[in-house]
Every structure is written in structure tokens, then in C-alpha cells.
């Protein structure tokens, strides 16, 4: 399998830009998370789905964010609009099914550049 | 609110060695425990999951202790290798999918 997959890996934008991101999780994996790590907050849960439905968007930081996923192979997380203060890296990660103690599996993340 | 705290920013040690590295949290009495390790520009890699009944877990040079008195896991690396060089993270879990990490520990190791 190829592992999670992420796109794009680097992105730069303007203030106020509409920002997409997307996420392939493993195949098979039922469930999937959105992560934001920057040097000051370390990593930090955005929002997780369990089979296609988001269980808990508390991690979401503003209404500018949002996620979807449309099918068990896709999501996307947008933010409409970025702001500097969005600059961070971006991880998506899939779990086979989210016991207690699963393992994630993460991509290797969106480098966000909000100018 | 929860807390979770892993030891100093970086941790230099020479090739050989045994790399100790520190997770204690408060305010927290989670399940489990993982251990991450992330390398530069790359997403973390799972290495060992230790549960709150289990005191100790091996795997190869990797050994984990788990103490819920103390609120304390200990993450061991012996017979450290440049190979090793990277950031660790902690992350207790509760009985639910959420896991919260830590800041991470730098390790460099000098051949």
C-alpha cells in the first residue's frame, strides 16, 4: 500500500486565499484525522471521521475551517479564508478502526504558507 | 486541563548509548501510551503502544515503562545509532480514538 497520501505537499498563498487540502487515507481504514503541528502548540487534533462521518470537529479552530469526506478514499480540509496565522503543517492520518489504542498511520503532511 | 510534558528540547548522546527520554502528564489518566518518532519533514511513524496494565514493552533496541503512580512513561533506546536521530513523541490515549501528543524530544546521536 502506498500509506496516506497528502496534496499538495507545499503551499503559499496570500491572506485572505481560499486554501484546499486533501488527504487519500490507506485503503480499508475506517477511520481519519486532521492535524495541524506548528513549533508553538505542537500537534493538535483538527477534527476525526468515522466511516465518512465527522465524530468531532471541537479541534476546529474557527468557522474559516472545514472538512469533508465524501467517500471512505477522500477528504479535504479547507480554509476560507487563510490568514497568516494559519501557517503550519498539516497532517492527515487513517486508523484500520478507531478503538481504543489504534495505531495512525500519518502522511507526510502540507507544508501551509499564508503570506 | 490536561498536561503532557516530555523531557528538554534535545537530547545529545553518544553513539553506543542509552537514550532515556521523559513523558509525564497531570491531570490525565489515560489507557494507554504511544510512542511516535518523526523525522524532518515527515509525518510521525508509530513505534510502541504500552497499555496501563503493562509495565514494561520491548521491541529490538526499544523498551517503554509505563508507571500510573507516577504519572510517568520512560521511552529507552540502547545500543543508540546515528539511525535514531530524530523526534519522539508521546501520546497517552483514554478509552476513546483521541490521542493527544506531546511537544516531542529531540534526539541527536554522535557517531
Known amino acids: 500500500d502506498a500509506g496516506v497520501i497528502q496534496s499538495p505537499r507545499h503551499e503559499v498563498t496570500e491572506m485572505g486565499q481560499e486554501v484546499t487540502l486533501r488527504c487519500k487515507p490507506i485503503?480499508?481504514?475506517?477511520?481519519l484525522f486532521w492535524y495541524r503541528q506548528t513549533m508553538m502548540r505542537g500537534l493538535e487534533l483538527l477534527i476525526y471521521?468515522?466511516?465518512?462521518?465527522?465524530?468531532?470537529d471541537s479541534g476546529m479552530p474557527e468557522d474559516r475551517f472545514s472538512a469533508k469526506m465524501p467517500n471512505a478514499s477522500f477528504s479535504t480540509l479547507k480554509i476560507q479564508p487563510s490568514e497568516p496565522r494559519d501557517s503550519a503543517v498539516y497532517f492527515c492520518a487513517s486508523s484500520l478502526q478507531a478503538s481504543t489504542a489504534d495505531t495512525q498511520y500519518f502522511g507526510p503532511g502540507t507544508r501551509l504558507t499564508v503570506l | 486541563s490536561q498536561k503532557i510534558e516530555q523531557n528538554s528540547e534535545a537530547l545529545n548522546i553518544q553513539e553506543g548509548k542509552t537514550a532515556t527520554l521523559t513523558c509525564n502528564y497531570t491531570?490525565?489518566?489515560?489507557?494507554?501510551l504511544q510512542w511516535y518518532r518523526q523525522d524532518p519533514g515527515r509525518g510521525p511513524v508509530f513505534l510502541l503502544l504500552i497499555r496501563e496494565n503493562e509495565k514494561e514493552k520491548r521491541k529490538e533496541r526499544l523498551k517503554v515503562t509505563f508507571d500510573t503512580t507516577l504519572k510517568q512513561s520512560l521511552f529507552h533506546i540502547t545500543a543508540s545509532q546515528p539511525a535514531d536521530s530524530a523526534t519522539y513523541l508521546c501520546?497517552?490515549?483514554?478509552?476513546?480514538?483521541?490521542?493527544?501528543f506531546g511537544a516531542g524530544t529531540t534526539v541527536t546521536v554522535r557517531a
Open positions: 501520546a497517552p490515549g483514554a478509552n476513546d480514538y483521541k490521542l493527544s
Open positions: 485503503s480499508g481504514h475506517n477511520s
Open positions: 471521521f468515522n466511516n465518512n462521518v465527522p465524530i468531532d
Open positions: 491531570n490525565y489518566s489515560p489507557a494507554y
